[in-house]
């Protein structure tokens, strides 16, 4: 298949290393990756906060950059991130309704339906569980609450966790609880976030796994600060990260807590003498 990332503002801007391993992953399975170079953000921070019209120029530059998918030139779009993948799927055609676009409305509607979060396009679309991914760590997974309510992923994520090699997968007590992110939640209500991603991080220390898993790289930015401040040992990685890694290419922590004496893997010491620079295979997929 020919795929079109959409990366994300987010990730583009402070946290490549996720786009970059979609690019990986989804080459190393046989298909072949585009980089639209006009895309920018999807219009969810502004849709959340209430700015319809303003969010107008930015759905519709989002719609021109993916165009070629209506036209049949690709396939598939995938995002790293169900947050911005539910913008797309379920907000960016209610606000050109709203504001009477009503061509723009038509085609941000045709482009939902071709755009999935990276579980989904994995197991629904390309038909696979597993993707041959190495990574011998144990992990506890977070569902954000885009990709589990809004999205309804499910227990794709999972599925796909549970079928990569030397992997161990740790349940999450209270698993489906919000980190206290929620985008500009955070900034309005910073002592009740603050409070949602404390009890958050310490159910994560009660599984004693070595890396926190999710789907999002903003929620996992929320709840890696916290890990770091707490100094409790635990790393980040994307769904993206674990499943790009392999044997000849395995994972290395790019999002450290503090107390870097705390945080030695072993088990992949000896194999990980730098971290891959994650710009090269997005570089490689532009087009």
């Not at 030139?73 to 379920?90: F, L, N, Q, T, Y």
């Not at 489906?176 to 603050?194: D, I, P, R, Y």
């Not at 898993?213 to 100094?231: E, F, I, P």
């Amino acid at each position: 298949m020919r795929i079109a990332l959409f990366a994300t503002c987010l990730g583009e801007a402070m946290f490549p290393q996720a786009p970059a391993a979609t690019v990986r992953l989804l080459e190393r399975l046989g298909h072949e990756v585009v980089f639209p170079q006009a895309q920018a953000c999807c219009g969810q921070m502004h849709v959340n906060t209430g700015y319809y019209r303003q969010a107008l120029p930015v759905i519709r530059n989002h719609v021109a950059a993916f165009e070629p998918a209506l036209e049949g030139e690709w396939d598939a779009i995938v995002g790293p991130s169900g947050s911005c993948v539910g913008s797309v799927r379920h907000q960016q055609k209610m606000v050109a309704d709203r504001e009477g676009e009503r061509q723009l409305a038509r085609d941000a509607g045709l482009l939902a339906e071709r755009t999935y979060e990276l579980s989904e396009l994995l197991v629904d679309v390309l038909g696979v569980t597993d993707v041959g991914a190495w990574f011998p760590h144990s992990v506890t997974y977070h569902p954000t609450c885009h990709s589990l309510r809004m999205l309804r992923v499910g227990d794709r994520p999972t599925r796909l966790l549970r079928a990569v090699e030397g992997l161990e997968l740790i349940d999450l007590p209270e698993a489906e609880q919000c980190c206290g992110f929620g985008g500009t939640f955070s900034l309005k209500n910073a002592e009740t976030a603050q409070a949602m991603v404390t009890e958050k991080i310490r159910n994560v220390s009660t599984t004693r796994a070595e890396v926190l898993v999710s789907g999002d790289y903003s929620c996992l930015m929320n709840m890696a600060g916290t890990l770091s401040k707490q100094a409790t040992g635990v790393h980040a990685a994307h769904l993206a990260e674990v499943l790009a890694s392999t044997r000849d290419e395995p994972w290395s922590p790019t999002v450290l807590p503090r107390d870097r004496r705390a945080t030695a893997m072993p088990s992949c010491e000896t194999a990980t003498a730098a971290a891959p620079a994650p710009s090269g295979p997005a570089a490689e997929a532009r087009s």
